[in-house]
T-cell receptor
Framework: ETGVTQTPRHLVMGMTNKKSLKCEQH?????MYWYKQSAKKPLELMFV???????ENNSVPSRFSPECPNSSHLFLHLHTLQPEDSALYLC?????????????FGDGTRLSIL | GENVEQHPSTLSVQEGDSAVIKCTYS??????FPWYKQELGKGPQLIID?????GEKKDQRIAVTLNKTAKHFSLHITETQPEDSAVYFC???????????????FGTGTQLKVEL
């Protein structure tokens, strides 16, 4: 799936670092999502953006800060993370409008917190 | 909120056999049910989906059935091949909700292994 591109693919950071994850979609979609995938747990929705406006903040700690400058780009800014934040972070996009449309995922950023 | 349970957690079949993965959901307002395949090092890839106004959908070797009354849906893979080996996730959604977006609630996944 090359429609949704995430960078970097892997990231190792200390608890005091600040870093950002980037997602870009080439599908012309109008909604973008951040999910967290931890071992042995279902994918968890973190944030939803529609037309660059955040419509869902699923009780995510403030150390995660999303940004959606336009409909093709989505960022997740990270600061002062905890070891339990180590996970695969997935970005997805969909074209919302009439009826429910499928979400298309990128390959994720594997984040490790030291 | 929605709760999706998925079984089995692991499934091993012989090449050419069929594989069935089952999911149940709790929210009767859910109306969209996608299935995703995730290979190692990759993100989830949509393989088939079904909406609540349909009871069954088929795409080549893959089929999905939905029983709204019992609130369960199943993925059927026929004539399995080694390349079908992956983790499969079911999900459920109410669709786009104002102020909430299109929230997919996922099952915990099934590791399918197709043996030669």
């Amino acid at each position: 799936e090359t429609g949704v591109t995430q960078t970097p693919r892997h990231l190792v950071m200390g608890m005091t670092n600040k870093k950002s994850l980037k997602c870009e979609q080439h599908l012309g979609h109008n909604a973008m999502y951040w999910y967290k995938q931890s071992a042995k747990k279902p994918l968890e929705l973190m944030f939803v953006y529609s037309l660059e406006e955040r419509v869902e903040n699923n009780s995510v700690p403030s150390r995660f800060s999303p940004e959606c400058p336009n409909s093709s780009h989505l960022f997740l800014h990270l600061h002062t993370l905890q070891p339990e934040d180590s996970a695969l972070y997935l970005c997805a996009s969909s074209q919302e409008g009439k009826g429910t449309q499928p979400q298309h995922f990128g390959d994720g950023t594997r984040l490790s917190i030291l | 909120g929605e709760n999706v349970e998925q079984h089995p957690s692991t499934l091993s079949v012989q090449e050419g056999d069929s594989a069935v993965i089952k999911c149940t959901y709790s929210d009767s307002a859910s109306n969209y049910f996608p299935w995703y395949k995730q290979e190692l090092g990759k993100g989830p890839q949509l393989i088939i989906d079904i909406r609540s106004n349909v009871g069954e959908k088929k795409d080549q070797r893959i089929a999905v059935t939905l029983n709204k009354t019992a609130k369960h849906f199943s993925l059927h893979i026929t004539e399995t091949q080694p390349e079908d080996s992956a983790v499969y996730f079911c999900a459920a959604s109410r669709g786009w909700v104002t102020g909430g977006g299109n929230k997919l609630t996922f099952g915990t996944g099934t590791q399918l292994k197709v043996e030669l």
